[in-house]
């Protein structure tokens, strides 16, 4: 079934209201699915790194998913969609909430069955540059019994799980929201994206 897409006025309400929202159907299934296909040539090419975390330089056990960063000057054509795409709703958010939001930075993750990617929040220790965090999911057919889930903490105490299902987008407000990427059984890919405002000078 296609569920008609959610209108970039009602994702800045959501925002405004929870600090956080899930977009079905951000892009068409052809458009995800050549995302699916884009980012598992590169894996398959042996274009994907381990991820680090913060100022570390070797492979961590906190986080177990290979990355490539989408590189503005050499985007493949389906993730120049995406890009125009989430381009399109920053401009609406800085229009209806005054983020102030200036570029975007995304990358390909691609966890093993098994990965996972513990408890963290996504504004880096030393720069408040990150204010919007937002995933995109590339798995078709992705089940409950699959696992997977990315688990937000919410502020009441509670959490909510939102399982990587094709085409949907999660938008979270980097600063407020501790998340965490369940194990999988399996390979489990996505578009980590963070919407930036203009960095204040770091004080260390
Ligand atoms: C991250 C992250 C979540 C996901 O890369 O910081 O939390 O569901 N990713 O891939
Ligand atoms: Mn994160």
């Known amino acids: ?3 008609p897409p959610t209108p970039f006025h ?3 309400s959501a925002l405004a209201g929870e600090g956080w929202c899930v977009v079905p159907d951000f892009l068409s299934a052809a458009q ?3 995302l699916a ?5 590169l894996r398959d090419a042996q274009r994907l790194t381990p991820a680090r975390v913060g100022g570390l330089r070797t492979a961590t056990p906190l986080r177990s998913d290979s ?7 050499a985007l493949s054509a389906p993730q120049q969609v995406f890009v125009d795409r989430l381009d399109a709703l920053r401009v609406t958010l800085n229009r209806e909430l005054m983020l102030g939001l200036v570029e975007c930075e995304s990358h390909y993750a691609v966890y093993p069955p098994g990965g996972s990617y513990t408890r963290h929040l996504d504004r880096l220790r030393d ?3 990150r204010v919007l965090s937002a995933v995109f999911y590339l798995n078709e057919a992705w089940r409950v019994a699959d696992g997977g889930a990315l688990r937000l903490y919410l502020a009441n105490g509670s959490s909510h799980d939102i399982f990587p299902h094709a ?3 999660l938008l979270f407000l980097s600063a407020q929201f501790e998340h965490e990427v369940l194990p999988a059984r399996r390979e489990r890919m996505s578009i980590a994206c963070w919407m930036r405002q203009r960095a204040l000078a770091p004080t260390f």
């Open 1 to 3: 079934m296609n569920t």
């Open 10 to 12: 009602d994702i800045a």
């Open 32 to 34: 995800t699915r050549a």
């Open 37 to 41: 296909d884009d980012c598992r040539a």
């Open 67 to 73: 990355t490539h960063w989408f590189q503005a000057d």
């Open 127 to 129: 720069s408040d540059a």
């Open 167 to 169: 085409g949907t987008l």
